[in-house]
């Protein structure tokens, strides 16, 4: 069982710079790979990135890729997302996740409650 809290959400301008942290409690989150997801209102869920248990490979969405960094600290069982350059086109509920494996069509095992994000033009 993983239970996973997520934190860091808010309100920022376009162009700014928010972190996101999630919180793992149990003892099987070094076995998973590790993500995160958003949905903005009227949108399906969507894959934003993900780290590997070893933290040796990363994936990221198109969307964001050279402006978002996903980190993990396995030994503080949390799990990072360090957004820049933020666009309007970002703002969504934010997940974090519990994945199979980092590929972003992995089965998800665990997730967040969510942790909203908003960006103003």
């Known amino acids: 069982q993983v239970r996973l809290v997520e934190s860091g959400g808010g309100l920022v301008q376009a162009g700014g710079s928010l972190r996101l942290s999630c919180r793992a409690s149990g003892r099987a989150f070094s076995n998973y790979a590790m993500g995160w997801f958003r949905q903005a209102p009227g949108k399906e869920r969507e894959f934003v990135a993900s780290?590997?248990?070893?933290?040796?490979?990363?994936y990221y969405a198109d969307s964001v890729k050279g402006r978002f960094t996903i980190s993990r600290d396995n030994a503080e069982n949390t799990v990072d997302l360090q957004m820049n350059s933020l666009k309007p086109e970002d703002t969504a509920v934010y997940y974090c996740a519990a994945q199979r494996d980092i590929r972003p069509t992995s089965d998800v095992d665990y997730w967040g409650q969510g942790t909203q994000v908003t960006v103003s033009s």
């Open positions: 780290i590997s248990w070893s933290r040796r490979s990363t």
